[in-house]
């Protein structure tokens, strides 16, 4: 069976996500998560495709990205992709050693309404879910703590939400999530599905050709003959 459609339209959100292979850690150490932050920068400035939110952990990294043109998210994040790895090969003598990434980038589209609002509560929050800081903006590799640096940190890798960014936002990202929102987040992420209100979900996978992320999957139960 061949690879399933990504959706990536000029003008979407998509929450993005790749770990290291087996779960292995892609940053060691400080330098690491900097050097990736400024691949990340390189990257906007040579692909059509931008960064709302993000988050990078040890061992994987979430982005909320808006393509600019069909294909631009792939675009950008393959390059991403390829050149962390060359990098991380070249700065740790493990050159032919293995692959970095478990394989390419999950994605799934998001609506522009409160489902965003939700999905980028939960990129940035993951470190401090995680329990690697106390407080969310404490993790300096992520768009919380970047969006509350004064001054604004170089490189500039964010651009401005498409609604407006709730007040109390800091404290909103530190409340605990409901079981439902991070079930659902969680389920978007393991099928690539559509994260939004119902009709919403049903039209956009219908254009994407997405439908079969919100099928169930394994064969249909057969029906007893009546």
């Known amino acids: 069976m061949g690879r399933p459609k990504r959706a ?15 779960r292995a850690a892609i940053f060691d ?24 939110a993000y988050q990078l952990m ?12 069909d294909g631009g998210m792939s675009d950008f994040l393959r390059w991403v992709t390829l050149t962390h790895t060359m990098r991380r090969h070249a700065h740790c003598h493990t050159s032919g050693k293995g692959h970095i990434y478990q394989g390419r980038f999950k994605s799934f589209p998001v609506q522009d309404d409160g489902h965003f609002l939700v999905v980028c509560r939960y990129v940035e929050r993951n470190a401090r879910q995680a329990g690697l800081v106390t407080l ?7 768009s919380l703590a970047r969006w509350l640096a004064k001054p604004r940190r170089k490189p500039d890798l964010l651009t401005p939400w498409p609604i407006a960014r709730p007040g109390h936002w800091k404290d909103r990202v530190n409340q605990a999530m409901s079981k439902k929102e991070v079930d659902a987040v ?41």
């Open 136 to 142: 969310a903006e404490d993790w300096k590799w992520g």
């Open 186 to 226: 969680r389920h978007a992420i393991r099928r690539g599905s559509p994260f939004g209100d119902p009709d919403w979900t049903q039209s956009i996978a219908r254009r994407l050709n997405l439908d079969s992320t919100l099928r169930p999957r394994g064969r249909p139960k057969k029906v007893a003959p009546g």
């Open 29 to 52: 150490k400080p330098d690491d998560f900097d050097a990736f932050e400024r691949i990340l920068a390189e990257g906007l400035s040579r692909y059509p495709c931008q960064i709302l």
């Open 58 to 69: 040890p061992n994987h990294w979430h982005l909320v990205v808006r393509p600019t043109a």
């Open 8 to 22: 990536d339209e000029a003008g979407g959100i998509y929450h993005a996500l790749n770990r290291g292979n087996s």
